[in-house]
């Protein structure tokens, strides 16, 4: 049942990325029918997760794949907070493409199907991995807004002629949003990384280096939260930091299979 459940969901994101690219050449329809694709898969992919979790013995999502299959929801569902808006809709060009890749990655690695059991309890994976992995849908989400922040900055700049038939949000909106999203993020990482700690403590385990790597993202956004009170950072200052911590984010995501999930 779990599997039968991903070709819809696939297929519905993958309409949606298409009708994204549409959008931004000729807006209005197609932004529609993208919203609607991306509303259908995520609603799919919850009932997808949901036979995960009824028939799992334990945390459904505890192999890389499994994870990265609840990175997408993840991702996906938090940039429906925003992306129906008609303004926000060229969001997506940056999201659905890779909400569409790493689904069918997740699929190609086993994590849309039944999970194995994983040598980790079940209470730190739902702490740890749980809110570990929606600080980095948060992350992501921050740095596709930045992203579009210095493209229409750029486009501004240049006096684009079609800056008037692309609708997206004014700038200071884009960079307050994603600030909003690190404000909510960043708390989900400091409670991850905690819990995560207080286990190697108990265990007597030494800190390896994807927990520094982390650690080092954690402190690239406290900064940014940091510099753009204390010394108001705005702008594209702060749209290349927030990017920065994304790389970081990229560079712990892609670890995490060798030290969390091996089973």
Known sequence: MAELL???????????????????R???RAGRLATWGVRVGWLVQTALLAVQAARADGFPWST????????VWLVVGAYLIWGCRPRYRLLGLAVLPLAVVLFGLA?????TGIGTRSHYSNLFLVLHVGLVLAAFAGFTLAACLSALYLWQERRLKRRESS??????PPL?????????????????LTLGVAVGVVRLRNRGENVDALMVAT?????????????RHVAGWRGRRAAYLLLVGFALVVVVRLGLPVTHFAT
């Open 64 to 71: 890389w794949a499994g994870s990265l299959n609840l990175f």
């Open 107 to 111: 699929r190609a690695g086993g994590g």
């Open 215 to 227: 650690f080092v993202t954690w402190v690239v956004y406290a900064a940014a939260v940091v510099l």
């Open 26 to 28: 000729y807006p209005g």
């Open 6 to 24: 991903f070709w819809p969901a696939l297929f519905a994101y993958g309409e949606a990325a298409v009708a994204y690219f549409g959008e931004a």
């Open 163 to 168: 800056i008037l038939s692309v609708r997206v």
């Open 172 to 188: 200071a909106k884009l960079e307050e949003v994603a600030a909003r999203t690190i404000a909510v993020a960043l708390p989900a």
